[in-house]
């Protein structure tokens, strides 16, 4: 904003008024902001930990939650075992279909040679 504009937005600058960013020393402008991010920051955080406070979990309530945690993680896991398994046995079952496969046809390929092979002497 030039000082033409700011004349027109604040009246008193006409009269030889300063603005308040002249007003202050350098460096103030920083501490200003930071003084009023902290005060939110003291209130956000007050704010959570009077949430937190005020729903404190009882021993038997903090075990009933602790145990539901645990068998959704051991429900989780298995899960995620069980796909890794059918995974490593799809993998597995190809991997012995293509070598099965050549040997099948190494083992057809003998015996069809000794298929055509002849007794000496036989016409």
């Not at 920051?41 to 945690?69: F, I, P, Q, T, Y």
């Amino acid at each position: 904003m030039d000082n033409k504009q700011r004349e027109l937005w604040d009246p008193g600058l006409r009269s030889g008024a300063r603005t308040f960013d002249e007003r202050l020393s350098p460096g103030w402008e920083g501490r200003l902001v930071d003084l009023a991010r902290s005060e939110a920051v003291k209130a956000e955080l007050a704010h959570l930990l009077e949430g937190r406070s005020s729903r404190e979990l009882d021993s038997d309530e903090r075990e009933a939650l602790w145990r539901k945690s645990v068998r959704f993680y051991n429900a989780r896991r298995r899960e995620e075992m069980r796909a890794a398994l059918w995974k490593y046995h799809q993998g597995q079952t190809a991997r012995h279909r293509a070598v099965l496969e050549v040997l099948i046809a190494r083992h057809e390929a003998e015996a069809a040679k000794l298929m055509d092979v002849r007794p000496e002497g036989a016409a």
